[in-house]
């Protein structure tokens, strides 16, 4: 399963590449996750840094565990991770942060895979609701943050989704 979505926020790439870069803070304000451990944090070149994160999510029934490499490129304001290990075939996942004349526009991509038939379908039927609810997530963050405009559930000044 492939999705993107693409919105424009009243904040600065560098506050947003910051805020999603900050991983050990997820289960504070992405309700599905239960947990997060991050670690073996290093250097990758100037100013890209990579880390391994392990997050304990719930969704309905469903309990599962996986592991991914994050990659944060902050000259490029570009968030990479992939899968390391977990009850996916396939997980990536990509953001972008562009400067645009009303902040920021940002960009994420998820392409996944579920290992398991049973995850897959049950899952599949809401993942597009799952993805914005994400991005959702990290737009409250943000205003809780750096202030700004509450721009309601639909969340966004301008909103681009595909599959």
């Given at each position: 399963?492939?999705?993107?979505?693409?919105?424009?926020?009243?904040?600065?790439?560098?506050?947003?590449?910051?805020?999603?870069?900050?991983?050990?803070?997820?289960?504070?304000?992405?309700?599905?996750?239960?947990?997060?451990?991050?670690?073996?944090?290093?250097?990758?070149?100037?100013?890209?840094?990579?880390?391994?994160?392990?997050?304990?999510?719930?969704?309905?029934?469903?309990?599962?565990?996986?592991?991914?490499?994050?990659?944060l490129d902050e000259p490029a304001l570009a968030i990479d991770v992939n899968l390391l290990s977990g009850p996916f075939r396939k997980l990536?996942?990509?953001?972008?942060?562009?400067?645009?004349?009303?902040?920021?526009e940002l960009s994420f991509e998820i392409d996944f895979e579920f290992g398991s038939r049973f995850l897959e379908n049950l899952l599949a039927?809401?993942?597009?609701?799952?993805?914005?609810?994400?991005?959702?997530?990290?737009?409250?963050?943000?205003?809780?943050?750096?202030?700004?405009?509450?721009?309601?559930?639909?969340?966004?000044?301008?909103?681009?989704?595909?599959?």
């Amino acid at each position: 399963m492939h999705h993107s979505l693409t919105r424009v926020l009243p904040y600065t790439p560098a506050q947003l590449f910051a805020l999603v870069g900050d991983v050990e803070r997820y289960p504070q304000f992405i309700r599905w996750i239960t947990g997060l451990r991050a670690w073996n944090r290093r250097p990758d070149g100037e100013g890209v840094t990579l880390m391994d994160a392990e997050a304990q999510v719930k969704f309905s029934v469903v309990r599962e565990r996986f592991a991914t490499r994050v990659r944060l490129d902050e000259p490029a304001l570009a968030i990479d991770v992939n899968l390391l290990s977990g009850p996916f075939r396939k997980l990536r996942n990509r953001w972008r942060f562009s400067p645009h004349p009303q902040g920021c526009e940002l960009s994420f991509e998820i392409d996944f895979e579920f290992g398991s038939r049973f995850l897959e379908n049950l899952l599949a039927a809401n993942f597009e609701n799952a993805v914005a609810k994400i991005v959702n997530a990290f737009e409250r963050r943000a205003m809780s943050l750096y202030g700004g405009k509450n721009l309601g559930d639909a969340g966004d000044l301008g909103a681009n989704v595909s599959k």
